[in-house]
């Protein structure tokens, strides 16, 4: 049975959270927040992107005394680097290049603020995915989509980019951007009833 109504906020401009979040039965309006997401020196990406979740859903709470904000914040890692959203087609190649025939993590964390209880919780999520080998064909007619432009290490398991994907270890949803099993945790610890 679900609790009283409330006032949900998604603070993520991805289509991709909004979906996922949607999937859950859950009524959201979606306010993204805009914040300095530069990593500082010497923060391991899951610190880095523990940090980023909780200063967008802090910053878009700052403005509603009444809301309850979920924010998240994604980064592909491989040999200790981040691997960002492609600037261009060439960046994005070769993100694919690096990736082809290895295995990388994706890390997600998530951040909610509870106005109502004054609460504010966050966990992290890392999931191994496993890259077949691309050609420089493959490589080249995917970058072509358009698909890896906006997504962090150059593609979308959700898309197209599950053609390269041999197995993951770990939560597939983590890897599109919102694990939904760690935020199911969060919202029952803040009450907020999905089933």
């Known amino acids: 049975m679900k609790t009283a109504k409330r006032n949900i906020i998604l603070a993520s401009a991805s289509p991709r959270r909004k979906e996922l979040l949607q999937?859950?039965?859950l009524e959201f309006d979606i306010v993204p927040a805009s914040i300095d997401e530069k990593q500082n020196d010497h923060e391991d990406a899951a610190t880095y992107t523990l940090r980023t979740a909780m200063q967008?859903?802090?910053a878009v709470a700052k403005n509603y005394t009444?809301?309850?904000v979920i924010s998240a914040d994604t980064v592909v890692v491989m040999d200790e680097q981040i691997l960002g959203k492609p600037k261009t087609m060439d960046q994005a190649e070769e993100m694919l290049r690096n990736l082809s025939g290895r295995e990388h993590v994706v890390?997600?964390?998530v951040?909610?603020?509870d106005q109502i209880s004054g609460r504010s919780i966050s966990a992290?999520?890392?999931t191994l995915v496993y890259f077949q080998m691309l050609s420089k064909e493959e490589i080249r007619a995917y970058v072509e989509t358009g698909e890896p432009m906006d997504k962090a290490g150059a593609y979308g398991i959700q898309g197209l980019g599950g053609l390269f994907i041999r197995r993951i270890e770990g939560d597939f949803?983590?890897?599109v951007g919102l694990p939904l099993n760690k935020l199911y945790q969060l919202l029952k610890e803040i009450e907020i009833r999905v089933l």
């Open 23 to 25: 999937r859950l039965g």
């Open 56 to 58: 967008k859903a802090l």
């Open 66 to 68: 009444d809301a309850t």
């Open 107 to 109: 890390i997600t964390s």
């Open 111 to 113: 951040g909610i603020v």
């Open 124 to 126: 992290t999520e890392q």
């Open 173 to 175: 949803y983590n890897v």
